[in-house]
């Protein structure tokens, strides 16, 4: 069986293609420092025999041996937790990217980075395909996202051409499920705790804002067949749902299903918030023959039945 090293395995996507990778009985070993992670995330797959885990810094360290695959998933992903931890958002995405591409020149493992829609930053172009090189604001308070995602994207572009390390690059957009942490600071885990806990949600700017949400398990299937099919190296491929919706619209959809009161609070739109985001997934389409499945209110049903059990109300 295939030997992957997932780095970031105890967040909210590697949580789920940890458990995925494992039950087709890969084995697995995973790595993180838990900067927004979960030691609960790990626990539950620590009793099975093909997983293993470190808990490791990867700017620092990374877990030798060898793999026949390496997937980088290590990065704080939501706003509030990338503006609240810049630097080190900065160093995983620039160090820790290097480090684990060594990793890969050494032990010829195939290499997959989780870049995101971000690099587009504020789009100028809708839907954005993966020739639009994006329109990021380099000094703004997103740009220690932004550019280490970009920074990220061309080391690794760097070891292909170079090394000749096989490597391939996922832009995720927008990706909601069980298991984002409540406290993320995302728009799904907020507004679920606050419809919850009887508070308004919070609604930044006038909510015409729109995103494109992709349901967790689509994605991790998009993920996986990325990093296996044959003939993929050097590609960068869209992986996202592009059903777009606006932000209020999201608001109206997670009170209707929780059966509370509709009770909006509007709060000023955080700067460099981009207007419109929504995938083209023509070159997935063709190159991975993937689309996600889940509609947005089925995903979003689920999701909302999992908060509630973790937010322990009624
Ligand atoms: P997450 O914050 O839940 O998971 C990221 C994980 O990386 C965490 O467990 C964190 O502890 C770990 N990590 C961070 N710095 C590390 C370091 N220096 N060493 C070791 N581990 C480290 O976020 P997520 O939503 O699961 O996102 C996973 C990846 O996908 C990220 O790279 C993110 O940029 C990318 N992505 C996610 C989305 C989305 O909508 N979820 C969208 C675009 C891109
Ligand atoms: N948002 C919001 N209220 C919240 C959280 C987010 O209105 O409590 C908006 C945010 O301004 C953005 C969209 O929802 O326009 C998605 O935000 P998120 O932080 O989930 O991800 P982003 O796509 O901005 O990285």
């Known amino acids: 069986m295939p030997r992957v090293l997932v780095a970031g395995s105890a967040g909210f996507i590697g949580t789920h293609l940890t458990g995925y990778l494992l039950d087709l009985g890969w084995e697995v070993v995973g790595v993180d420092n838990f900067s927004t992670g979960k030691p ?7 009793q099975r025999p093909n997983f293993t885990f470190y808990e490791m810094d990867i700017t620092q360290e990374v ?7 390496i997937v980088n998933l290590a990065s704080p992903a939501s706003p509030k937790k990338y503006l609240s931890l810049p630097v080190d958002t900065m160093l995983v995405n620039s160090i820790g990217v290097k480090n684990l591409l060594d990793l890969a020149k050494e032990t010829g493992a195939t290499f997959l980075l989780a870049s995101t829609s971000e690099v587009y930053g504020d789009p100028l172009v809708h ?16 740009s220690v996202y932004d550019e280490g995602k970009r920074f990220a994207e061309a080391i690794t572009m760097a070891y292909y051409r170079y090394d ?28 679920a705790y606050q419809a919850l ?16 949400f992709c349901y967790v398990s689509d994605m991790v299937e998009g993920l996986f067949r990325l990093l296996t099919y044959e003939g993929l190296d050097g590609e960068v491929v869209n992986l996202g749902n592009p059903d777009e919706r606006t932000v209020l619209d999201v608001a109206r959809l997670v009170v209707k299903i929780y059966g509370v009161p509709e009770s909006f609070t509007f ?6 918030d981009p207007k419109r985001r929504k995938p083209d997934i023509t070159k997935a389409k063709r190159l991975l023959k993937w689309e ?3 509609p947005f209110e089925k995903g979003l049903r689920r999701t909302l039945e999992w908060y509630k059990e973790v937010v322990n109300v009624g």
């Open 40 to 46: 609960e995330n790990v626990e539950r797959y620590r």
């Open 127 to 142: 839907p954005q395909p993966e020739d639009y090189w994006g329109n990021v604001n380099p000094v703004g308070p997103r």
């Open 197 to 212: 806990t009887g508070q308004p949600l919070t609604i930044y700017g006038d909510g015409s804002q729109t995103r494109s």
């Open 164 to 191: 000749r390390v096989p490597v391939r690059i996922a832009r995720i957009f927008n990706t909601y499920g069980p298991f984002m942490d409540v406290a993320d600071g995302r728009i799904i885990p907020n507004f």
């Open 267 to 272: 709060l000023p739109l955080p700067q460099d």
């Open 63 to 69: 877990p030798e041996g060898d793999y026949d695959y």
């Open 292 to 294: 996600p499945k889940v």
